[in-house]
């Protein structure tokens, strides 16, 4: 790997064993494999948590320590530490890693989980790096959104597990492994964080940042396009990421460096709207269709009532039934604040129901 590839400040180690040459991900997942999730005892806080004892402690033996860094061995023995235990750290002393492959995080999901977690509490550990220049902070490598609903949910502790990695690319690529191996990690993630490796030098092009991630060259290419796109597009694009992938993202990305900003939003509202598919969006784009006057899907059932919806005299949008047991309401052209509050009111209705 290239001096250009890592973060100012560390060094890659010598990969020489047989076990050193398995990935990240697989050493996470064999750390993860020897500790229980709950803690014996509460500790006080930042001190070491024992584990459950496991069924066979011959083979939960600590993880091997032949091949640790310098740093971490040190900090390892200050703190009477043994790799895979579990610790409970102060919510405060956790920051986010500036090598994160995420870089969405949606509101709604975050608030689900912190409801999760004020009822249940924290039922796996995240893993954290120490941060050597600033003794007592730790990066998170895996563990983002936990960490943001722990915060929501008004909590001062939270469960890790201390790994030995640099904050770098390789701890980019453990954090991408595992998004990807869960569904998470999405083309908008990918095209923010991208950009900025290449914008940043830690990749020359776009080639040596596919071989660096085992991906087509093509799949780098389409998400440095959708970088083009601005955030508050994106942002209406990354709730949906069954409707927006890669090729649809692409096409939206093509769409607004000619039409612009508020003519893609309105294509991203009726490829919700009426279903679109790639291949539509894409004949919109060359031309070849309007998106008013895009093809709905067949059999699109027609609605039996229409409301308008009029807000300080001005149509913001309308409501529609359809058979005995849909509604349908779009709403368009609002503030964020008016948006967020009528889905509060909406939301506060239903529940009463």
Do not use: C
């Not at 496991?54 to 860094?69: D, F, G, I, L, Y």
């Not at 290449?198 to 060259?217: N, T, V, Y």
């Not at 990354?238 to 900003?261: C, E, I, K, L």
């Amino acid at each position: 790997m290239k001096p250009s590839q890592f973060a100012k400040g560390f060094q890659a180690r010598p990969d020489t064993t047989s076990s050193e040459k398995r990935t990240a991900l697989d050493r996470l997942n064999a750390i993860d494999g020897l500790v229980q999730e709950k803690p014996k005892v509460r500790e006080p806080v930042g001190r070491i948590s024992q584990p459950e004892p496991v069924a066979n402690t011959e083979e939960a033996a600590p993880a091997s320590t032949e091949n640790e860094s310098a740093e971490y061995r040190a900090w390892r023995i200050e703190h009477g530490y043994r790799p895979g235990q579990i610790i409970e750290l102060p919510l405060k002393a956790i920051k986010p890693s500036p090598f994160n492959p995420r870089h969405f995080y949606l509101k709604a999901s975050i608030a689900e989980l912190a409801v999760n977690l004020a009822k249940q509490g924290q039922q796996q550990a995240i893993h954290v790096i120490p941060d050597y220049a600033a003794p007592g902070s730790y990066y998170v490598s895996d563990g983002g959104r936990r960490v943001r609903a722990l915060k929501e949910a008004n909590k001062e502790i939270v469960k890790a597990i201390v790994v030995d990695l640099p904050i770098g690319l390789e701890s980019y690529k453990l954090g991408y492994d595992l998004n990807v191996q869960r569904d998470s990690q999405t083309v908008f993630d990918n095209a923010i964080v991208w950009r900025r490796f290449i914008d940043e030098k830690h990749f020359q092009s776009q080639r040596e940042l596919a071989d660096h991630l085992g991906l087509d060259e093509s799949t780098v290419a389409v998400a440095l396009s959708v970088a083009k796109l601005p955030e508050a597009v994106m942002h209406e694009m990354v709730a949906r990421p069954d409707r927006f992938g890669s090729n649809m993202a692409y096409q939206v990305g093509r769409y607004h460096g000619a039409r612009g900003t508020d003519a893609t939003l309105r294509l991203i509202n009726r490829i919700l709207a009426d279903d679109l598919s790639t291949r539509q969006v894409a004949d919109i784009v060359k031309g070849r269709a309007a998106p008013q006057e895009s093809p709905k899907p067949a059999g699109r059932q027609r609605y039996a009532q229409r409301l308008e919806i009029k807000l300080d005299g001005m149509a913001v949008g309308d409501l529609k039934s359809y058979g005995d047991d849909r509604l349908e309401l779009r709403l368009k052209g609002l503030s964020k604040d008016r948006r967020d509050a009528l889905l509060h009111q909406i939301e506060e209705m239903l529940k009463a129901k």
